[in-house]
């Protein structure tokens, strides 16, 4: 499968989370780098110092202290408008106002946390093939949701 992102983010709290989300992108062999950031102030420096041109999708996780993803989300929206970054809350929360919020602050998608191994590696190649499918065009509402929904009955 052919990967347009150049740069993959996941800002997530949870040490455990990160160590795996970087054992199955490793395992992928993906064409891309891979930045693990710890916390949502993490995230914030780091977007003010990089090049913004570059297409990136970003994992963002939803319940992280002080600055929460949607923080992040509502900050990286205002800072840029551009279609080169595919943005998804990644949350162990499959509540459905978790998902209008992120919808309407501008997420691409919501993912709930897979459980294994395998469900995590095949969440990150759907989800580099949605980004790359419909870079140019936001998931529709109904769209957006119904992802989220699929995920949490599984």
Same mark, same amino acid.
């Given at each position: 499968?052919?990967?347009? &992102?150049?740069?993959? $983010?996941?800002? !997530? @709290? !949870? =040490?455990? @989370?990160?160590? $795996? &989300?970087? !054992?199955?992108?490793? %395992?992928?062999?993906?064409?891309?780098?891979?930045?693990?950031?710890?916390?949502?102030?993490?995230?914030? !420096?780091?977007?003010?110092?990089?090049?913004?041109?570059?297409?990136?999708?970003? &994992?963002?996780?939803? %319940?992280?202290?002080?600055?929460?993803?949607?923080?992040?989300?509502?900050?990286?929206?205002?800072?840029?408008?551009?279609?080169?970054? /595919?943005?998804?809350?990644?949350?162990?929360?499959?509540?459905?106002?978790?998902?209008?919020?992120?919808?309407?602050?501008?997420? %691409?998608?919501?993912?709930?946390? =897979?459980?294994? &191994?395998?469900?995590?590696?095949?969440?990150?190649?759907?989800? $580099?093939?949605?980004?790359?499918?419909?870079?140019?065009?936001?998931?529709?509402?109904?769209? /957006?949701?119904?992802?989220?929904?699929?995920?949490?009955?599984?």
């Amino acid at each position: 499968m052919e990967n347009t &992102f150049k740069k993959i $983010i996941l800002v !997530d @709290d !949870d =040490p455990d @989370d990160r160590d $795996i &989300f970087s !054992d199955a992108f490793q %395992n992928l062999k993906l064409q891309a780098e891979l930045l693990l950031l710890e916390s949502g102030h993490q995230f914030m !420096d780091y977007m003010e110092k990089i090049d913004l041109a570059i297409p990136t999708i970003v &994992f963002l996780d939803l %319940n992280m202290p002080i600055i929460s993803g949607l923080d992040c989300l509502k900050y990286l929206r205002e800072k840029i408008a551009d279609t080169n970054y /595919f943005v998804t809350i990644y949350s162990t929360s499959a509540s459905e106002r978790d998902m209008e919020k992120a919808y309407l602050l501008g997420a %691409n998608g919501y993912l709930k946390k =897979p459980t294994g &191994f395998r469900q995590l590696q095949d969440m990150m190649l759907k989800t $580099i093939k949605t980004g790359s499918t419909i870079k140019d065009t936001p998931l529709s509402r109904a769209e /957006f949701l119904l992802n989220g929904k699929e995920q949490k009955d599984k």
